[in-house]
């Protein structure tokens, strides 16, 4: 069973960044694509970014695109979502988890909740307020 852990929430003013990561244990996480989601008060939980971690192709919902930045460190099993240029409407709890389908074809579908996600982590509090 895969194990997954969200690190690096906390609160950040309106236009700045933060940086959250995810620890996966059990399987080399080049085998799954990592995707990042988000859930903010009062909403359904939203796919926000997806990466290939054995060849680093991306995959960004429109709303984030150009704002937040997904990459992976194969060697310590490690995913992070950079997040620039914060908006209150980024609030919300954010959750790392990972696939089993090649992320080189099923990321788009992965971010939008057309293929369903294999594990999950707990999810991490990012709260963007002045």
């Known amino acids: 069973q895969e194990q997954l852990v969200e690190s690096g929430g906390g609160s950040v003013q309106p236009g700045g960044s933060l940086t959250l990561s995810c620890t996966v244990s059990?399987?080399?996480?080049?085998?799954?694509?990592i995707a990042w989601f988000r859930q903010a008060p009062g909403k359904e939980r939203e796919g926000l970014s997806c990466i290939s971690p054995s060849d680093g192709l991306a995959f960004y919902k429109e709303t984030v695109k150009g704002r937040f930045t997904i990459s992976t460190d194969n060697a310590e099993n490690t995913a992070h979502l950079q997040m620039d240029n914060m908006k209150p409407e980024d609030t919300g709890v954010y959750y790392c988890?990972?696939?089993?389908?090649?992320?080189?074809?099923?990321?788009?579908?992965?971010?939008?909740?057309?293929?369903?996600?294999?594990?999950w982590g707990k999810g991490i509090l990012v709260t963007v307020s002045s």
């Open positions: 059990g399987q080399r996480m080049v085998f799954y694509a």
């Open positions: 988890a990972a696939g089993v389908l090649p992320g080189d074809q099923y990321c788009p579908g992965y971010v939008s909740s057309r293929h369903g996600m294999d594990y």
